[in-house]
């Protein structure tokens, strides 16, 4: 047993003492991926489900009992999972196995406690969960604090990292613009204000930009808006005098990180003001401003902490109004985008011929564009290549662009087997070398001020498979069709996934994730509400102009 699985095993031991020693007693522990935004990727304090479980993948969710430890997650990650996971672990994969909430349900007892950190979990998880827990009177308990904190006795600090204004030259839209927009919706939809959780949104939304979260340039914080003001809950450490002359300018109130629980209360009151007045929206004389009672919260991306402090009758429940705006670019964003992706297809072009050449340099490789007939290796080798070697290497090619900011997400640079691995992340001790024979996979992605990126590229130096260049073929056409596309308004993204799928299913082959995503406008990449998926929730948003999409098979 190495030393972390022997600390890991430790630290299971001590929670479930926790569990038992609560008031009442705890009988199982939901240890989502999320922090208090509901965020897929998050900063390196949040991740306590792998800290607990061992598992580094972005999707997933842990439940601790008094015998047992179990972790779901998605076909993306059923081999990465198995092979982080402990002995004391159970894997549950999702779409095959029970979803949690049915697996409590069937396998607690009844009136059986089941802990979770009310920060951590959405609305609409905490009442999907609490419906099937019915069947046995089972109780979802809100923990006043995560447990799994007290256990995580090196948990990372919270850093206090700078907010950035992002220019209008980028974003394409001011900050009075948007509001505008928006307060015409909460007045359409009769809401008094509307809580912001989800990070690209408020980023989105005021026009800001941070670095609290690998990968996505966000900064932890929330937003209240109403007819009449807004706020913008941040830790005030992070506001330099360019941002508090910004956010006042724009009629913003900046408040403290932790003071959204209590304003969301007085909000709900009717008695949440705000000092600033400019972008505010004048009421006209005939709005009866008693029909303005309910506040406007996105039952996905709010927490069940937020929800809590509302009457059940207050809550307007709808898709958040920002969604839509920022998926559809508008024609600055369009053109950031294009030109991001023009800087980054040279760098990764760069990459790949200066792979190739190292190949043939270093591993005998036949090259890229030669019919030779595999490689000549070589014994003694110039230059090990790595999986994480070349990476950065990639990475450094990227850095010499304008406007980069930094990688997008992890690059999956994999060989051979490890491509298989849909969301395999290399790590410099464990990664494999590189290997002309061998199949090798890049999916990588990059930020720029103007745009993000995300681009998957699979070559093979020496002489692939015949069945190596049928999938790829497979692929291949997939890609086209779906490119080929003419479809009426209205369609979805659920619809078009078969045209990506349907030249693999011919030979019996199929991925088991989704087909393509929203991007982001330097922002997450990973954007909804869109996409293009087999999963039904690609059916809930047509798909329309100006949205992006990647087509990443």
């Given at each position: 047993m190495t030393s972390s699985s022997a600390a890991r095993n430790q630290h299971l031991d001590e929670l479930r003492a926790l569990m038992a020693s609560h008031s009442p007693p705890i009988h199982a522990l939901l240890i989502p991926s999320e922090d208090a935004h509901q965020s897929e990727y998050v900063s390196e304090r949040d991740k306590r489900r792998q800290f607990i479980s061992g598992f580094t993948?972005?999707?997933?969710?842990?439940?601790?009992?008094?015998?047992?430890?179990?972790?779901?997650?998605?076909?993306?990650?059923?081999?990465?999972?198995?092979?982080?996971l402990s002995d004391r672990w159970r894997l549950m994969r999702m779409g095959e196995d029970p979803p949690v909430e049915v697996w409590i349900a069937d396998n607690l007892s009844d009136e059986a406690v089941i802990g979770i950190d009310s920060w951590c979990i959405s609305v609409d998880s905490a009442q999907r969960y609490e419906q099937a827990f019915l069947k046995k009177n089972q109780m979802l308990f809100q923990l006043s604090s995560d447990l799994v904190d007290e256990v995580w006795k090196d948990r990372p600090p919270n850093d206090a990292t700078p907010v950035i204004v992002h220019p209008v030259e980028f974003a394409g839209c001011s900050v009075a613009q948007k509001m505008k927009q928006l307060r015409e919706k909460l007045q359409h939809e009769k809401a008094s204000g509307i809580i912001i959780t989800a990070l690209d949104e408020v980023a989105?939304?005021?026009?800001?930009?941070?670095?609290?979260v690998h990968y996505s340039p966000v900064v932890h914080s929330y937003a209240i808006v109403t007819l009449h003001g807004a706020f913008f809950y941040v830790d005030k450490r992070k506001v330099t005098t360019e941002v508090k002359n910004y956010m006042s300018e724009s009629g913003i109130d900046i408040r403290e990180y932790d003071m959204v629980q209590l304003d969301v209360s007085l909000l709900a009151s009717g008695q949440l003001k705000g000092s600033a007045v400019n972008g505010s929206l004048h009421m006209e004389k005939d709005i009866n401003v008693a029909e303005h009672s309910k506040i406007w919260i996105d039952s996905n991306s709010c927490c069940l902490a937020l929800y809590s402090k509302l009457r059940p009758d207050q809550a307007l429940m709808l898709q958040s109004p920002i969604a839509l705006p920022k998926a559809v670019k508008n024609p600055m964003e369009l053109t950031g985008l294009r030109k991001a992706h023009i800087r980054d297809g040279a760098a990764v072009v760069q990459y790949l011929a200066w792979l190739d050449n190292q190949m043939q340099e270093n591993y005998g490789a036949s090259g890229?564009?030669?019919?030779?007939?595999?490689?000549?290796?070589?014994?003694?080798?110039?230059?090990?290549?790595?999986?994480?070697?070349?990476s950065d290497k990639l990475e450094a090619f990227r850095a010499e662009k304008e406007h980069f900011k930094g990688l997008s997400f992890p690059t999956i640079s994999s060989v051979g087997p490890n491509a298989a691995i849909i969301h395999y992340s290399p790590e410099a001790n464990t990664c494999a070398e590189l290997d002309a024979d061998k199949i090798y996979l890049c999916d990588s992605g990059a930020q720029y001020l103007d745009g993000t990126t995300d681009i998957t590229r699979t070559v093979h130096f020496g002489k692939p498979s015949e069945h190596q260049k049928s999938c790829y073929t497979a692929v291949?056409?997939?890609?086209?069709?779906?490119?080929?596309?003419?479809?009426?308004?209205?369609?979805?993204?659920?619809?078009?996934?078969?045209?990506?799928?349907?030249?693999?299913?011919?030979?019996?082959?199929?991925?088991?994730?989704g087909t393509g995503h929203g991007i982001g406008s330097y922002l997450n990449v990973h954007e909804g509400p869109h996409l293009i998926s087999f999963r039904p929730s690609a059916r809930n948003v047509p798909l329309q102009?100006?949205?992006?999409?990647?087509?990443g098979q």
């Open positions: 993948g972005s999707a997933g969710l842990a439940l601790i009992t008094t015998k047992e430890a179990l972790l779901w997650t998605d076909g993306r990650y059923f081999l990465q999972a198995t092979n982080q989105w939304l005021y026009n800001v930009r941070g670095n609290d890229y564009f030669s019919e030779a007939n595999g490689s000549q290796k070589k014994e003694h080798l110039e230059i090990k290549l790595t999986e994480v070697s070349v291949l056409k997939g890609h086209i069709a779906l490119d080929a596309a003419v479809f009426p308004n209205g369609t979805t993204g659920h619809a078009l996934d078969i045209l990506a799928r349907t030249p693999l299913w011919k030979s019996g082959l199929d991925y088991r994730h102009a100006s949205m992006t999409v990647t087509d």
